[in-house]
């Protein structure tokens, strides 16, 4: 069985703080979870269903819809760990995003990072790839505002996003949305953001190969051929190359470097296979997309690299014992009580949900 997926603590480190200032307890939105306050550091790897659990407690604690954005307010490129001396050593930003790509799995082996064109741009996202996780709109918005920051500190400022786009459906009040400094559009089939190709060959200020040499071979770099596990590599190629339509085994065998009979037999040797990673990442990325994204079943179909929609719809029926549209109904009244309650404990001052 799969071993549960794994996240990097570091940006929970100023939860307690911001809880502080909101008038909660960190006790409070530990519950539910194997976590203690010992574990809000920065080298912790904790259980990510716990991260997310502490996310979302945190957020009905504190009534606030755009918790996930406070909380991404207070990161730095600290945030991803020792990453982050690599990625400010890069010499240009396209190099600092590909090699966050390529670390990934040091930072989380429940989620992937991903860049690829979109027209004129390029677009620099993040997913969730396992159907255990439960995700809600928080994450996402804690995506945004860690996107936003390691943008920032790697460019002193200087580059920009053309728009921010996120799985998350549009808020009650998308006020705090409008200060991550470009247009937000919600509900969309990716979370991330749209960056201008240009700005990939843009020179980082702290370029130093020889620091950036170093500090690679400081970490143990998974991305390395042979010294990360085929199923994880998989699961995270597959959550991009999705997207893109090249989901087949010849396709993601191609992408990491391997021969499709190579990939098949060390999937086997770990007591995997292609069909069953692929349905799997399907899955997460379908219900993730149903619960919260506007998109159409025909539109989700596409996203998945299914031929037709109602392909998409048997296999969803098969993993599930549901049709998508019947999954997405269950999901939305969830969703909808979740934010009615949070609402209430906002509205009857339970909380203390003072604006910062």
């Given at each position: ?9 570091a940006?929970l ?10 008038g ?16 809000f ?11 997310l ?28 760990g ?8 890069a010499?240009?930003l ?9 670390l ?8 992937t ?13 993040y ?9 809600s ?13 390691i943008?920032r500190?790697?460019t ?9 786009s ?6 009650r ?22 960056l201008?190709?240009?700005?990939m060959?843009?020179p980082?200020?702290?370029a130093?190969?020889?620091a950036r040499?170093k ?13 990360s ?8 190629a597959l959550r ?6 090249r989901s ?23 007591g995997?296979t292609?069909?069953?990673i ?6 997460a990325?379908?219900?993730e997309l ?13 996203t ?5 929609a ?6 969803f029926?098969r993993?599930?014992?549901?049709t998508p549209?019947e999954w ?6 969830v ?9 209430g ?7 203390n949900?003072?604006?910062?």
């Open positions: 069985m799969r071993k549960s997926a794994k996240q990097r603590a940006p480190v100023p939860l307690p703080g911001l809880l502080k200032t909101l909660v307890t960190i006790e409070s939105v530990l519950v539910g979870t194997g976590m203690s306050v010992e574990d550091a920065p080298d912790r790897m904790v259980d990510f269903s716990d991260f659990t502490v996310l979302e407690n945190a957020a009905r604690e504190t009534g606030r819809e755009d918790f996930g954005l406070l909380l991404g307010r207070e990161q730095a490129l600290g945030a991803i020792p990453v982050a001396d690599v990625l400010r050593s010499t240009t396209g190099q600092a995003l590909s090699d966050f790509v390529a990934q799995s040091v930072n989380s082996t429940g989620a990072a991903y860049l690829h064109r979109q027209g004129p741009c390029v677009f620099w996202g997913g969730f790839d396992d159907p255990r996780l439960s995700v709109p928080n994450a996402h918005d804690l995506v945004l505002g860690v996107g936003a920051h943008l500190d790697l002193g400022g200087r580059v920009y996003p053309v728009e921010f996120t799985i998350r459906p549009a808020p009040d998308a006020a705090a949305w409008t200060r991550l400094g470009a247009p937000v559009r919600f509900g969309q089939t990716e979370t991330g953001l749209l201008p190709a240009g700005a060959s843009f980082l200020p702290r130093d190969p020889c040499d500090a690679l071979g400081a970490l143990a770099v998974p991305y390395r051929k042979g010294q596990d085929w199923e994880l590599r998989t699961r995270h991009s190359l999705l997207l893109e339509g087949k085994m010849p396709e993601v065998a191609r992408w990491l470097g391997a021969e499709p009979r190579t990939l098949r037999r060390a999937l086997a040797r770990e995997e292609f069909e069953t692929r349905a799997s990442v399907r899955l990325m379908a219900r149903l619960s919260m994204s506007s998109a159409s079943i025909s539109d989700l179909a596409l998945l690299d299914f031929a037709t109602s392909a998409f719809i048997h296999a029926r993993w599930t014992g549901q549209a997405r109904r269950h999901a939305r009244c969703n909808e009580g979740a934010m009615s309650q949070a609402s404990y906002q509205q009857t001052g339970s909380r949900s003072r604006s910062r």
